[in-house]
């Protein structure tokens, strides 16, 4: 992934590095794991997992990020725009990335592209805020997105 990081917990990166994601049409979980290999070009297996009978996104998130193997996961709420969500998932591994480069053993990283609402959430998490600037059509746009720790 191109983008220097500026400042803490912020980014720019040009608008052609969020991943282009379709739209489900409901809410669930973009899971992905680590690099496929490193001579993959940065690709990474990623899969959609919907939300199935009023299931509350943020416990099943924290607890789907422990089989990643070192992956992330990004809570998609209803009603979040694709932009927010791929936003949250391009912060997600980014932050991924600089944990494996620090050596830090714990790789999983679970992040929602808008503040997760009452109905998403059924455990005590600390929303991180990370900002993102980017260039897109001759202007910058800036967005945040949230890392969803574990605990309060």
């Known amino acids: 992934m191109s983008g220097a990081r500026v400042g803490p917990r912020t980014w720019e990166v040009p608008a052609e590095d969020i991943p282009r994601l379709l739209h489900p049409g409901r809410a669930g979980l973009l899971v992905a794991g680590p690099l496929v290999a490193r001579d993959s070009g940065g690709r990474v297996?990623?899969?959609?997992?919907?939300?199935?009978?009023?299931?509350?996104?943020?416990?099943?998130?924290?607890?789907?990020?422990?089989?990643?193997?070192?992956?992330?996961?990004?809570?998609?709420?209803?009603?979040?725009?694709?932009?927010?969500?791929?936003?949250?998932?391009?912060?997600?591994?980014?932050?991924?990335?600089?944990?494996?480069?620090?050596?830090?053993?714990?790789?999983?990283?679970?992040?929602?592209?808008?503040?997760p609402g009452p109905e998403d959430l059924d455990v005590a998490v600390t929303p991180v805020p990370h900002r993102m600037r980017m260039e897109t059509g001759g202007r910058t746009v800036d967005y945040t997105a949230w890392e969803l720790l574990p605990g309060a």
Do not use: C, K, Q
């Open 45 to 115: 297996h990623t899969d959609f997992l919907p939300a199935r009978g009023g299931r509350r996104l943020v416990g099943w998130a924290l607890s789907t990020v422990a089989d990643t193997g070192g992956g992330t996961v990004t809570v998609w709420p209803s009603g979040a725009t694709v932009m927010e969500t791929g936003v949250a998932f391009l912060i997600g591994r980014y932050i991924r990335g600089e944990r494996e480069w620090a050596g830090d053993r714990d790789l999983t990283v679970v992040t929602v592209g808008v503040a």
